[in-house]
């Protein structure tokens, strides 16, 4: 592509190019002469369509014509609609195919931490988790403590993480909100970039420590201790014991070295978060080539985020590996209806004003641009929130778009490197997983290039191709997997995003 | 009352005795012989009472007698009937009173900052707010930078606190969630106890801070501030933006200083979490008789946590000021109905299991031991969560029961200083408003007496009557009020409690 193109057409079977710069009534450029203004990330038409022929994007139909299109007009709400009841070739696992596995000897490899239990860490933390807010600042002291110079010994260790958050009481003890607040808990009690854990409760609280032991077999050991802030008697004397646990497990925390790893061990947490009109044409799809790369290597990405795949799920499914896969997420988009309902809102009513101002005509074609981060391999496994991840290759997580909470979840069901698409400019960072950023145009990454990992806007500004964009955000996460800080990790963030989904009446 | 008693009749006009120790059958005291055995917290019949006759506990109604009642009978639900249509001598204001004001000469007073506003702060903060989640990291480095020896040329500062929290954004523009989390950003922007405010957003949030100032009449100013991280161009430049801000505000912060005013000045919020059988028959009536005290000066105390005062909620509407704030009451209780019954819950499935055990025979009766922290003058406002207060004298405000939620909201309403009431041990903190901590029992006071700033376990162990504790914590509000530190407060707690309610879909 060249520097100066102000147009983009985004699959050669697309009849529609995207305005990537405003593009004015009759002035041509060296691919194109519209015949009408198109504003910025607006569509216009690279072929005559005909009244009730498809609109054709990313190579997916977005809607049909419902008026004659010349070639060069504006294609938007007046003129393209989307028909719910058109037949898409959408069987369970109609477009399933072998995933191309790189072949053993050729897999990419990083430096991790091996587990006894088989999981391989990017990270060495130590966490103090806690079960509700009432234990937060009991954890957040026993945390500072190993601030400083308190791990100058044990240089091998990350550092000491409290995981302080709003829930834990007031919720009832039954339903999707405790159940997901007990996958987070018992995700993060057996996370591969954990050392060791520490769980501190206040005592009283709904969500008690006993239950998740029960309901999900984990025992005090070594590697993982508990207790209530009300059981020693109060503030201080937890501190002290919550500080006197963790120096118990600095030993063994310090004697885990990296060693070199096939990248099948890696789970990689796709998300999008501060979206904008170039998210779904540089960085989503960049971010899909890096995940089809590393499914190819033998590893997994997690794409999450289930309303804003809503009305492409079709594209989903017919990747589904088995029915079972296929039904699993359907039932999710399910839940999500009955759960908007009721709340009084909906998850159908999209594209927002603000989307169809940025050029989104259809709801297909908006979460097309989220879908894009998930690469093109087979669908391996649908997850509830915060569920373990246990196959390999592809799989979707329910969640929230909200980016913490997105994200909790994801890391929760094993991810250890996050790979972070955005065009607003998000600054997030995470603990105890590492997170990627990348620019989804030129402008934001000038602008904020300290928060930036990656500037995802060459592949219009620089004519740099999907493909290669794909090989250099999966060679970064190679790099930062093994050690090497992300920009939001050495600016310090990763203290404050834990946010585990909460769902139903706060009592 | 003796130190050995080992039961207690809460009123005069009660025909039930309450176990202060499990009374064995046939073994009698000074003042009962039980005729089976009464487990503590239980009730036993302290006179005869008739088949369908009421049982009084409290002075109240709280059900009655499905068969004949011996004198000493355990008084429980084999035996007692919640009959919800009873004739309640409830309509609106039929007990509103006029209050006991004390003369103007013999006011309490305290020693607080005075605002420009005519509000009075107890503390002199400064504040770092933020809109969303993915402005906190960014926020508490801006605070951090004020830690240790930053603030050593500005004795008068309290401290820099940031208040970050997990919502913002992947919430809907409209309803009662983002009205909740509104008033609670407009609620701190404008609380006495802040000598300025810095507003943090990451840009592309939900929560506009644009809209908040617009829909609150804020401007930036000497005092307020506000600005964005994607405004600003990134992480590292918001945080010098942000510290060079509020280095601004610190000389005129510094100029504010305590001088004497009248006890209407102050505002306490009235709280209780992890309650037990002791909670209404120690802490939370002698906090009752402190709230009294302090509307007899001329102050404010606020009473809320709605799931907890339902099926007392006659008791409040019977004390309205007007028939407009019982009306306002039953609304709320009628919003929660419907809220609890479409998320699959319901308000009114108490007492639980547990309650019962306890000793707790119907919903009236665990309510109005919650009641009783709102002592017996008028109820003069009724508020939506983090409505500000307007009204001197006591007042409702709508919030779940969930402690920090409800602090956060009273607190926002402008509450200054916080009682809490704990029979399992609760270690809570907040900032701005220091949270003074009421024990129900010895055992507990003595556990975790580092964490308790009062024992009104005796109430019953030393035979300390209700007023005379009243008084006590009366005395102790007027002297944390005026800058002694409360016990969480001097253990550093309020840097992780800020939690805006919550309602409806993260979407
Ligand atoms: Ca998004
Ligand atoms: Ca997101
Ligand atoms: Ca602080
Ligand atoms: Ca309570
Ligand atoms: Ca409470």
Redo the contacts between chains.
């Keep these: 592509m060249s520097t100066e193109q102000t147009s983009v057409q985004l699959h050669e079977n697309d009849n529609v190019r995207v305005a990537i710069a405003t593009l004015i009534k009759g002035i041509s450029s060296s691919v194109e002469t519209p015949v009408s203004t198109i504003p910025l990330g607006h569509k216009f038409a690279s072929a005559e369509i005909k009244t009730d022929e498809p609109i054709i994007k990313y190579n997916q139909i977005i809607g049909f014509a419902s008026e004659h299109i010349a070639k060069g007009d504006h294609v938007h709400t007046h003129n393209c609609q989307f028909r719910g009841d058109f037949e898409r070739d959408s069987a369970s696992g109609s477009k399933s195919t072998p995933t191309q596995f790189f072949a053993a000897d050729q897999r990419a490899t990083f430096m991790g931490f091996k587990r006894a239990n088989g999981k391989v860490g990017t990270r060495n933390y130590l966490a103090v988790m806690t079960t509700v807010?009432?234990s937060?600042?009991?954890a957040?002291?026993v945390a500072k403590h190993f601030e400083d110079d308190a791990l100058d010994d044990y240089p091998n260790i990350d550092g000491v993480v409290a995981f302080?958050?709003?829930t834990g009481?007031?919720?009832?003890m039954e339903?999707d909100g405790y159940d997901n607040f007990q996958r987070i808990l018992h995700g993060y009690a057996t996370h591969p970039n954990f050392a060791g854990v520490l769980m501190i409760g206040?005592?009283?609280e709904t969500a008690q420590i006993s239950d998740l032991k029960k309901n999900y077999s984990l025992a005090d050991d070594a590697g993982f201790q508990s207790m209530t802030?009300?059981g020693v008697?109060?503030?201080?004397?937890?501190v002290a014991e919550g500080i006197k646990r963790l120096e118990q497990m600095l030993p063994a925390a310090n004697a885990c070295i990296r060693e070199k790893v096939s990248a099948e061990h890696l789970t990689l947490a796709l998300q999008c978060?501060?979206s904008d009109g170039y998210s779904g044409i540089t960085a989503n799809p960049a971010l899909g080539a890096a995940a089809d790369l590393l499914v190819r290597h033998g590893g997994t990405a997690i794409l999450a985020e289930t309303?804003e795949i809503y009305g492409a799920e079709h594209l989903l499914t017919e990747r589904a590996n088995t029915q079972e896969v296929a039904d699993k997420l359907m039932e999710r988009i399910r839940w999500w209806e009955h759960?908007?309902r009721?709340?009084?809102?909906s998850?159908d009513n999209n594209p927002s004003p603000g989307n169809k101002a940025g050029g989104l005509t259809t709801i297909l074609e908006k979460s097309l641009g989220a879908v894009a981060k998930g690469g093109t391999t087979d669908l391996m496994q649908v997850l509830k929130y915060a569920e373990p991840v246990t196959e390999k290759g592809f799989v979707f997580m329910d969640s929230?778009?909200?980016?913490?909470?997105s994200v909790t979840g994801e890391v929760a069901s094993g991810a250890t490197v996050v790979c972070f698409t955005t065009g607003?400019?998000?600054?997030?960072?995470y603990k105890p997983s590492p997170s990627i950023k990348l620019a989804t145009n030129s402008q934001l990454y000038e602008?904020?290039?300290?928060?930036m990992d990656i500037n995802c806007g060459e592949v219009l500004s620089a004519g740099v191709s999907i493909d290669e964009m794909g090989e250099r955000i999966f060679q970064l996460i190679l790099k930062v997997a093994s050690g090497q800080p992300s920009k939001?990790e050495a600016?310090?963030?990763?203290?404050?995003?834990f946010?585990p989904?909460?769902?139903?009446?706060?009592?």
């Design positions: 807010n009432c937060a600042t009991v957040k002291m302080a958050h709003s009481c007031g919720m009832g339903g206040l005592g009283c802030i009300q008697g109060g503030t201080r004397k937890a978060g501060g309303p759960y908007t009721i709340n009084n809102g998850i929230p778009g909200y980016d913490p909470v607003r400019g998000s600054v997030f960072g602008h904020m290039s300290e928060d939001s600016l310090g963030f990763g203290d404050n995003e946010n989904w909460m769902i139903g009446t706060v009592m």
